[in-house]
């Protein structure tokens, strides 16, 4: 897209081409609480270990795509998903939210030359970075694990990237409308059943018709699907239809976001 035809859609106040310098704070902000940063990738390790392998010996198979799988290998490309998903929630609502009502960071950021839309992009690309680290960390635990079996397996990471931007857009778009830290109540609310039942744990076959539906307009059910297919090397072109469904999110969620910003600090 040319500068001209990209400064007609997104006025030179709002856009100014500087997302990535909110990155680099980010990446100097959470540098000296390293600890803090990778934790959030332990908490799918220790359900795939429990849970995979520990009530997995239970389980003889279950159906995944592909065809029948043990149990380990059938939770694993799950939680890879929900990593991604925590990952860009997490960082994408409680920091946001911290930096938008407390820290001022943001008021800070729009006394530069720098618009409502370098902050969307700018967060978004932050939630991506820490998502992709969960995503190729929890790859390579399966990888060791004899979890992976086919090189197509490696389209997990991108795949994994594209629903912790989806996620981090809806995210913060849905900070940007909360009053005071209750409100985030909404957002476990939200994030919890979706880890539980959006075939994360069970095939969606084990639930009652009308369940099914609802579990079937869940991002989380579409992420996992996305990813688990490609772990298991089953390539089909209903993958795009998960996969346009995160981009529908993402441009939805950094358009509510940047004109929420925009409402909110610039007028």
Wanted: proline share 6%; net charge positive.
């Amino acid at each position: 897209m040319s500068t001209g035809l990209t400064l007609r859609i997104v006025p030179p106040g709002l856009y100014a081409r500087r997302a990535h310098v909110l990155v680099e704070r980010s990446y100097l902000v959470h540098r000296r609480a390293a600890l803090s940063l990778v934790s959030g990738f332990f908490e799918p390790l220790f359900f795939l270990l429990s849970l995979g392998f520990g009530f997995g010996q239970l389980v003889t198979s279950v159906d995944a795509p592909g065809g029948p799988v043990d149990y380990a290998t059938y939770v694993a490309p799950a939680l890879l998903a929900a990593s991604a998903m925590n990952g860009a929630v997490f960082e994408s609502t409680f920091n946001v939210f911290f930096k938008f009502k407390y820290a001022k960071t943001y008021d800070a950021v729009l006394a530069t030359p720098m618009g409502p839309v370098d902050i969307a992009l700018g967060e978004a690309m932050w939630c991506l970075a820490r998502g992709g680290l969960y995503s190729v960390g929890f790859l390579a635990v399966m990888a060791v694990l004899g979890l992976v079996s086919t090189p197509w397996a490696l389209l997990v990471v991108p795949a994994a990237l594209l629903v912790a931007l989806g996620f981090a857009a809806v995210g913060m778009a849905a900070t940007t409308f909360m009053r005071t830290w209750h409100d985030f109540d909404l957002v476990l609310l939200a994030v919890t059943p979706m880890f539980l039942f959006s075939t994360t744990f069970f095939p969606l076959s084990v639930y009652p018709g009308p369940f099914q539906e609802v579990v079937r307009w869940t991002p989380l059910y579409h992420a996992i699907e996305l990813v688990r297919s490609l772990a298991a090397g089953n390539l089909h072109v209903g993958l795009l239809v998960h996969a346009l469904y995160f981009v529908a999110l993402t441009v939805v969620g950094l358009v509510v976001a940047a004109r929420r910003i925009g409402r909110l600090l610039l007028t």
